[in-house]
């Protein structure tokens, strides 16, 4: 059984930075497509950028509300891929989530939540 845990949560200013990565133990996570989603309470789940598998081209997706500002990675040898978050604003506060959608089915980590306020 397939196992994500992100982490890196914590409580921000605005304008400051945050690293979340989604580790996945016993896993190999580069030949996924990974994805991170945040939930803020009372609002539905946004996914805010994606990761193909290092077999295909990498290629990355953000959604206009992070673009510029997030940065999505992988780094095979240590099996993980992170979120890079700068210039962080009040409305990024929300619980964050890591994605590997399967053939067979989509699996999510417990989520890590991501509080920016001064």
């Known amino acids: 059984q397939l196992q994500l845990v992100e982490s890196g949560g914590g409580l921000v200013q605005p304008g400051g930075s945050l690293r979340l990565p989604c580790a996945a133990p016993g896993s190999s996570l580069e030949y996924y497509a990974i994805g991170w989603f945040r939930q803020a309470p009372g609002k539905e789940r946004e996914g805010i950028s994606c990761i193909s598998s290092s077999d295909s081209d990498g290629s990355t997706y953000y959604s206009d509300s992070v673009k510029g500002r997030f940065t999505i990675s992988r780094d095979d040898a240590k099996n993980t891929v992170y979120l890079q978050m700068n210039n962080l604003k009040p409305e990024d506060t929300a619980v964050y989530y890591c994605?590997?959608?399967?053939?067979?089915?989509?699996?999510w980590g417990q989520g890590t939540q991501v509080t920016v306020s001064s």
């Open positions: 994605n590997l959608k399967s053939q067979v089915a989509d699996y």
